[in-house]
């Protein structure tokens, strides 16, 4: 299935629990799904207890899901070609889960609820998904969405939707091993169709914000650059350690707590160059986020393009996380008329997203097909961000 493209979440359960049904000998006791993310702004933030505004894809993880009462944790994806995965619940460690690859998203969601207190007694699970991985657009996250919110029904724990999230949180941190803030399951979890989510992830207070472009004549388009990035490989972990010594070097617990009218100030008082960088990246990117929200209310979704692609230039120079097709597809989309453009998600990689007016969707996007292809890169994905609805049963 083209990413551009995904069939319905709705049309898909049908394949998905006869998959189930083939696998395992018998129908499941649900279906459910949960969608990938781009964010808007406000990047490397939501570890820092900062700022985001992501929405939802329709691209969409899926699970059909049983319960089980002897301890085993059975799971397959139909995206792998791969056979199921058995695992143990009792075994399930971080250092020894016995699940490597895709498999981990979901066994450390299964651990992760365990360590909370919940008797979870095994399932059977079959998974199918439409998120590119390796995208930046949070593949992983949908994953351990769909398998919380599932068992969270079938055992009737009653967690609640930003608590579901804080799980699959806990499951890529302890688990999986990335070091990553709460956003992107947030985005997942609690996402309304034709919304972004404002979220503070300190006290993860949120707000649906109406984003209706195609109203205001305006389309968000996602280039995939197919630059797979790998946010385990340490450099995600590098960022976040600088954030974490800008904070003990400034006496506070968090950037958050950095006021943007003092930043500089704030850069004053730091003498490593790197700790400085991701100092000023996080708390000018919170700034983007308040930018952002009040032009937004104030009905100029047109502004917001400028906004995008300064926090570009902040992930590109100060973090440096940015790559040759990411820093491409913005030059390029901007001098062909686009509004703004940043690259979205961790980075090293993945997605950018592009800002246009709907009648230069097509002359921007050919822009970007062609710089691409003068540059001797794979060819990019471009499909447009349609604000989706977030995690719920389909049947």
Not at 201 to 213: E, I, K
Not at 317 to 323: F, G, P, T
């Amino acid at each position: 299935m083209p990413a551009d493209a995904p069939a319905p979440p709705e049309e898909r359960a049908r394949a998905v629990a006869e998959g189930f049904t083939r696998l395992y000998g018998a129908e499941p006791e649900g279906v459910w799904a949960a969608p990938g993310r781009v964010n808007l702004i406000g990047e490397y933030t939501d570890f820092n207890d900062g700022f985001v505004m992501p929405l939802a894809l329709p691209h969409t993880a899926v699970a059909a899901v049983s319960r089980r009462t002897d301890g085993r944790l059975r799971v397959h994806s139909a995206d792998t070609g791969e056979g199921v995965v058995t695992l143990e619940v009792a075994e399930l460690r971080p250092e020894r889960g016995g699940a490597g690859g895709w498999a981990a998203y979901p066994a450390g969601v299964v651990w992760a609820l365990r360590e909370a207190g919940h008797e979870i007694t095994g399932a059977d699970l079959h998974l199918a998904s439409t998120v590119p991985t390796g995208a930046g657009l949070s593949s992983s996250a949908a994953l351990e969405t769909v398998v919380a919110l599932a068992l969270n029904e079938l055992y009737g724990l009653g967690r609640s939707r930003p608590e579901l999230a804080r799980i699959g949180q806990r499951a890529e941190n302890a688990f999986v091993g990335v070091p990553c803030g709460v956003m992107d399951q947030m985005a997942s979890a609690c996402a309304a169709e034709g919304h972004l989510l404002h979220l503070d992830t300190r006290n993860l207070s949120l707000r649906q914000v109406p984003f209706d472009l195609a109203a205001r004549g305006l389309a968000l388009l996602v280039v995939d650059t197919r630059v797979k990035h790998a946010l385990g490989d340490g450099a995600y972990a590098e960022r976040r350690a600088g954030c974490e010594a800008g904070a003990r070097a400034l006496g506070v617990n968090t950037l958050r707590e950095v006021e943007y009218a003092r930043l500089p100030e704030a850069l004053d008082r730091l003498d490593d160059p790197t700790v400085r960088a991701c100092v000023r990246h996080v708390v000018s990117d919170n700034e983007r986020v308040r930018r952002t929200i009040a032009l937004l209310d104030a009905g100029d979704a047109r502004a917001v393009g400028p906004v995008l692609t300064e926090g570009h230039a902040s992930l590109r120079d100060d973090l440096r996380v940015s790559c040759p097709e990411l820093d491409l597809v913005v030059a390029t989309a901007v001098e062909a008329g686009a509004l703004g453009a940043r690259m979205t998600g961790g980075g090293f990689g993945g997605s950018a997203i592009v800002l246009v007016e709907a009648g230069d969707t097509a002359a921007v996007t050919k822009a970007v097909e062609d710089a691409f292809a003068t540059a001797g890169h794979t060819a990019p994905r471009v499909f447009p961000a349609v604000p989706s609805a977030g995690a719920r049963r389909l049947e």
